[in-house]
């Protein structure tokens, strides 16, 4: 196998930090707008029978998650990607605390949003960023370059859920989940240009040859 270091993901990295820069410049008033607290209302008056299942699905962004998903990475012997998901961890507290949090200070939905539904949420608290969506948006990236098409969309979904979750339950508003996911982004693609991602298997010099000598027959 070879390892390479993408395009793609220098490109994620600067896109992640201009969204969430954005999404700090807009937040740090302190204040929710008009326009956010209309999504936010719009998600956070679902059903109360979604309750269950998107609680489920917020588990997904603790910050144990990448630790449980490096164990079966272990199992299948990646371990660059385990060494990617467990940077993930203290990489995720350095962003949140000690970066967007100081940065940005604005309180949880239950102080900045009239009419909010919490459901067994803080109604008080720094609210900004999402460390929920910064978690599960940076295992996607750094999931991704080894999954299938299809496996690759479900841990997308899985990672979109847990951060309308977040505002389902009234825990953040909009773009404190926006500036997470944007920071998870950030932080799964700077450690995929640290410890590189999946190139082609490397063939050994009889299997290359075999592969030639088929790549030279003609067709019938």
Same mark, same amino acid.
């Given at each position: 196998?070879?390892?390479?270091?993408?395009?793609?993901?220098?490109?994620?990295?600067?896109?992640?930090?201009?969204?969430?820069?954005?999404?700090?410049?807009?937040?740090?008033?302190?204040?929710?707008?008009?326009?956010?607290?209309?999504?936010?209302?719009?998600?956070?008056?679902?059903?109360?029978?979604?309750?269950?299942?998107?609680?489920?699905?917020?588990?997904?962004?603790?910050?144990? @998650? $990448? +630790?449980? =998903?490096?164990? #079966? !990475? *272990?199992?299948?012997?990646?371990?660059?990607?385990?060494?990617? /998901?467990? %940077?993930?961890?203290?990489?995720?507290?350095?962003?949140?605390?000690?970066?967007?949090?100081?940065?940005?200070?604005?309180?949880?939905?239950?102080?900045?949003?009239?009419?909010?539904?919490?459901?067994?949420?803080?109604?008080?608290?720094?609210?900004?960023?999402?460390?929920?969506?910064?978690?599960?948006?940076?295992?996607?990236?750094?999931?991704?370059?080894?999954?299938?098409?299809?496996?690759?969309?479900?841990?997308?979904?899985?990672?979109?859920?847990?951060?309308?979750?977040?505002?389902?339950?009234?825990?953040? @508003? $909009? +773009?404190? =989940?926006?500036? #997470? !996911? *944007?920071?998870?982004?950030?932080?799964?693609?700077?450690?995929? /240009?640290? %410890?590189?991602?999946?190139?082609?298997?490397?063939?050994?010099?009889?299997?290359?040859?075999?592969?030639?000598?088929?790549?030279?027959?003609?067709?019938?």
């Amino acid at each position: 196998m070879t390892w390479r270091r993408r395009p793609l993901d220098a490109w994620l990295a600067v896109g992640g930090v201009l969204v969430a820069a954005g999404c700090g410049a807009v937040a740090a008033s302190g204040r929710v707008g008009a326009a956010e607290r209309g999504v936010f209302l719009f998600v956070n008056e679902w059903p109360e029978a979604l309750k269950g299942p998107l609680y489920v699905f917020q588990l997904a962004g603790v910050l144990g @998650a $990448p +630790l449980v =998903v490096a164990v #079966g !990475a *272990a199992v299948a012997r990646k371990w660059r990607l385990v060494a990617g /998901l467990v %940077l993930l961890v203290p990489l995720k507290l350095l962003v949140e605390k000690d970066v967007l949090k100081v940065l940005v200070h604005r309180e949880r939905p239950g102080t900045t949003i009239a009419g909010a539904v919490l459901r067994d949420v803080p109604s008080a608290g720094v609210s900004f960023p999402s460390g929920h969506a910064i978690v599960t948006f940076g295992i996607v990236v750094l999931l991704a370059p080894y999954l299938a098409r299809r496996w690759q969309l479900l841990v997308l979904l899985v990672a979109v859920l847990n951060a309308l979750a977040r505002v389902y339950l009234g825990a953040h @508003a $909009p +773009l404190d =989940v926006l500036a #997470g !996911a *944007a920071a998870g982004v950030t932080v799964g693609a700077l450690l995929n /240009l640290l %410890l590189g991602v999946p190139g082609s298997p490397v063939l050994e010099p009889q299997h290359a040859h075999e592969r030639h000598q088929r790549d030279d027959q003609p067709d019938h």
